[in-house]
């Protein structure tokens, strides 16, 4: 009991005298209530708010009830500095309650009831209805405590003026609360008006989307029709965040599998037990883009003995595939070949033929390109002639890379074309010339002038890892 003896007051002499348990009560009492939590709403900003979809009562188009939650909650979380309960944490009690079909239309006691299982001290809900381009939007608040509703909002105006409306929506929830102050803030912002009502529409199917990669487009396409609408854009740059972690995590993983896998295929001894190893550790490097190891362990498994001569063909196929992803066609041609004479039964026979006979058919197209490249350029008008970018596309059709790639390194220093667009082609020239250290210095430089643009060329342009 030493907080209690703190409590009890000295005598003279600096001693604390002893008190009955009647005595002693009164303090108990004292210090219990002063350790007792306060509840959020005693204190202020401390209210905890779950926002529900908006009821649509337009009956026709697409909705827009789940974007509307989405951006209120983004704005209160944002600017109110109230705590606001999760849209996963809200929906996933709708469903254990069954209350899923009911969730933009819940009475005031189902919604304080609701509220009292996500631990909230105010619901909020609200409803959208459009015609004739003009929108009206209302909501109301329930303390989640006693079930009433304490705050209402309606307002009216052009669609192109949703966030304004929707403004106006958030500064009532606000004063609600008791934050005016807060309140006037969300009045206080100027906001874009919207060039249409697509780009909430495309929102409202990105927020509700569970798929990552559905999602990501959706928010591209949002992003794309209106500019100006941030929320999407946000949400995007956080997507994109988080994929590009995963995919940081994936590629850890996959490097961390082919160490794993190289040390069990050095200590593996005998020829059978070395095969399945091997074809897993192919497998892995092609997905690593580790198109040299791939070479490297392909002829590693090629010598006499070291797998079981039926199951020589697998890494031999991968030889040929690494040197297509090598753009060496002078490799491809002479490994292809040598296949398709030591293994016409294999079930690989058919791929590395097509590859084979490809490689064939583009080195006659750059053999014959080079007089038809120079006939097409003196075709051309004098002053298409000087327009080093139009002149590299006629060079790229008769597939004259290394001129291409030079044409078009003129066009980036004039700097008549935007520099992005230039960087684009280059990476893919600098890909065609297998030079695969230029085409990362040009990516590079893309993904500094235009980082979408650097990542969409990053999917397509597959450099080698160890090129």
Known sequence: MRFFNLAVPRDSAGRRPALSHRAALPVLLWLLCSLAPRPASAVPGGETVGVMPFRDLSGG?????????????????????????????????????????????????????????????LMVAGACQRADRAIRLTARVVRVETGEIIGTAKVDGKEGEILRLQDRVTSELLRSAGLKEKAKHAL????????????????NQAVQEPDDLQRLNLLKLASAEDSTFLYAANDLRALEARLRTYQRGDEAARLQSIVDLT????????PAGRYP??????????QAGRYRQMVALAQKADADGYLPEENRDLPAFFRVLADLKLKDQRLL?????????????????????????????ESRQVEEGRAEAAA???????????????????????????????????????????????????????????????????????????????RATRKIADIPADG
């Open 333 to 361: 041609l002479r490994d292809g070949e040598d296949f398709l004479q030591r293994s016409p039964g294999s079930p690989y026979f058919s791929a590395v033929k097509n590859m084979v006979e490809q490689a064939i058919k």
């Open 188 to 203: 206080a912002r100027p906001r874009p008006a919207l060039k249409s009502l697509k780009v909430i529409e495309l929102y």
């Open 263 to 270: 040390r069990r295929l050095a200590a593996a001894t005998d």
């Open 61 to 121: 188009g697409s909705p827009i009830g789940e974007a509307l939650r989405e951006t209120v909650t983004t704005d209160l979380k944002e600017r109110s500095g109230l705590r606001v309960i999760e849209r996963a944490d809200l929906d996933r009690i709708l469903t254990e309650q069954k209350l899923q079909s009911q969730r933009t239309d819940l009475d005031p006691s189902t919604a304080a009831r609701v509220g009292k299982l996500l631990g909230a001290t």
């Open 376 to 454: 097409a350029e003196a075709k051309l008008h004098t002053t298409l002639r000087w327009d080093l970018c139009q002149l590299a596309q006629v060079y790229r059709r008769y597939r004259q890379f290394p001129e291409e790639r030079r044409l078009l390194l003129g066009c980036l220093a004039v700097g008549k074309r935007p520099r992005s667009e230039v960087l684009r082609l280059l990476v893919a020239a600098d890909m065609d010339c297998a030079d695969f250290a230029r085409a990362r210095q040009d990516l590079a430089e893309l993904d500094r002038v235009d980082p979408e643009a650097g």
């Open 277 to 286: 190893i091997v074809a897993e550790l192919l497998a892995k490097l092609q």
